[in-house]
């Protein structure tokens, strides 16, 4: 439900936050909780305790947005995570079942361009998994094929985490641009699913997913250190496709003219040699 995904907002980002990051004295005894006390988020949010408390139980129903815009003041949150936070704390507006299956399909005119891109290509899904991908895409990875998941694959399996080349600070913005795209959606049975397994896999994963940080994708560069290609500094592009928004057509390419532009090229060519001569 969207009041308990938006206490568990609460509480993390609540965990995070020491008196001294925002004006209070840090007092001298030892706290019996870590980062801020549930009464000091109501003080600074200008809302009595026992309403914030509710809140993070989950029964405190659907703040103002008033009360919203005091909480993301008094949380210290940036404009990406004062988005998510009012996109929790706003009532659903749609009535279809959140965990009825999706049956999701990429459009034929969408399979058909990401076969003919000259670059690695491929979609996602609602819950990151891979719909379709272009040979390319599998010479960058062979995780880069129709049913994989993103998320698994990046932190169960080994070969792609050694891909990148500073896989924690990729992993931390990978699962933090995953909590803003999925939004109200991680509360679905289908996701919640995946995240439970995850986190039974990965403690990487369970400890990032639990900090509940929020990064609007934009821009982005995958710093690969390819086996065969060498290192690789690659734009991440990702397009979302025409009235499908829960999919995403992700392109990999080069700045033009680059060293990276030419690694690529020569390993793209080199498996196009490959695959001819078998």
Known sequence: MA????????????????????????????????????????????????????????????????????????????????????????????????????????????????????????????????????????????????????????FVVDSERNLYRDWQTTARRFVAVVRDSVGRGAARPDFLALVTELSERSESFRQLWDRHDVVARDTDFALLQHPVAGPLRLHLERLAVAGIPEQGLVIYHPTAGSEDARRLARLLTTADRGAQGA
């Open 3 to 154: 009041e308990d995904l938006l206490a568990g907002y609460l509480r993390a980002r609540r965990g995070q936050l020491r008196p001294g990051d925002v004006g209070l004295p840090e007092g001298t005894g030892r706290r019996r909780v870590t980062g801020l006390r549930r009464e000091e988020v109501a003080l600074l949010a200008g809302i009595s305790a026992d309403y914030y408390l509710r809140l993070e139980q989950g029964r405190g129903g659907t703040p103002s947005l008033q009360v919203v815009g005091a909480l993301a003041r008094a949380l210290r949150l940036d404009d990406a995570a004062t988005a998510y936070l009012t996109s929790l704390a706003t009532p659903a507006t749609t009535n279809a079942d959140p965990g009825s299956p999706t049956g999701e399909q990429v459009p034929a005119s969408v399979e058909n361009l990401v076969r003919l891109l000259p670059l690695p290509a491929f979609v996602t899904g609602r819950n990151f998994d891979v719909l379709t991908a272009n040979d390319n895409a599998f010479r960058i990875s062979p995780e880069l094929v129709a049913g994989k998941n993103r998320l698994w694959s990046f």
